[in-house]
C-alpha cells in the first residue's frame, strides 16, 4: 500500500481518514462504546472510561420528626446522655462512611436564676442501649440571669456524623444543666432533621 506524505497546507480528515478508535494521545477517547446514562472520566493517565456518577454528594434521604416521649429534667453537670431515650430520630446508612447531617431544636424550660446549660447531639448504633458523641455537633448554651423562669424552644443545633457502619443509627440530645434544674420538653415542641449524604 503506498503512503502518501501530507504537505504543509494539507490536514487528515478524523471523520473519513481514519479508522477504529482514535487513541487519547490524539486527542480521541480510545473507545469504541460506551454505557448509557453514564459519563467519561480518566481512569489512567492516557485512559478514558465509561463510568456511572455514584452517590458522592447526593442526598441520600431525609428523615424529620417534632416531638415524641414525655417531658423531663436535666439535672446532671455532666453530659446525661440522652437527656431521655423516648425521644430520637432514627436513620439507617445505605454505606458506612457517609455522612449524617443533622439539625434540632429543643423546648427548655429553667425557673432558678443562675441556671446554665449545654445541649449537643449524641447518637447510637446499637438500637439505644449506649450513645455517644457524633462527630462534630455545635453546641445551644443559656444561662438565666435577671428572670426567675424562661421556657423557649429557640435553642436551634447542627452538626455533622460520619457512620461507620450501616446498623441503624438513633440521633438525640445530651446536655447537662448546673446550677440548677432545666425541664427539656420533646413532646411536640423538639424537632430533629437528618440528611445522609453520599460520600
Known amino acids: 500500500m503506498a503512503l502518501t506524505r501530507l504537505g504543509l497546507n494539507q490536514s487528515i480528515n478524523l471523520a473519513t481518514n481514519t479508522t477504529g478508535t482514535l487513541a487519547v494521545g490524539n ?102 442501649s449506649s450513645y455517644g458523641d457524633i462527630t462534630s455537633s455545635q453546641t445551644a448554651y443559656m444561662y438565666l440571669t435577671g428572670a426567675t423562669r424562661m421556657e423557649h424552644n429557640h435553642n436551634y443545633l447542627s452538626g455533622t456524623h460520619t457512620t461507620a457502619n450501616t446498623n441503624a443509627h438513633r440521633f438525640s440530645f445530651q446536655a447537662l444543666s448546673g446550677n440548677g434544674t432545666t425541664g427539656f420538653y420533646p413532646n411536640g415542641r423538639t424537632s430533629i432533621t437528618l440528611l445522609e449524604v453520599g460520600s
Open 27 to 128: 486527542g480521541g477517547t480510545g473507545l469504541a462504546s460506551g454505557t448509557s446514562g453514564q459519563f467519561l472520566k480518566f481512569t489512567g493517565n492516557t485512559t478514558v472510561a465509561s463510568s456511572a456518577l455514584g452517590d458522592v454528594g447526593k442526598i441520600l434521604q431525609i428523615k424529620t420528626n417534632s416531638g415524641g416521649g414525655s417531658n423531663t429534667n436535666i439535672n446532671s453537670t455532666s453530659m446525661q446522655r440522652p437527656i431521655t431515650s423516648a425521644y430520637y430520630l432514627e436513620i439507617t446508612p445505605t454505606t458506612a462512611g457517609n455522612k449524617i447531617i443533622c439539625f434540632g431544636g429543643m423546648d427548655t424550660n429553667t425557673e432558678t436564676m443562675g441556671v446554665y446549660y449545654n445541649i449537643q447531639f449524641c447518637v447510637s448504633s446499637d438500637g439505644g
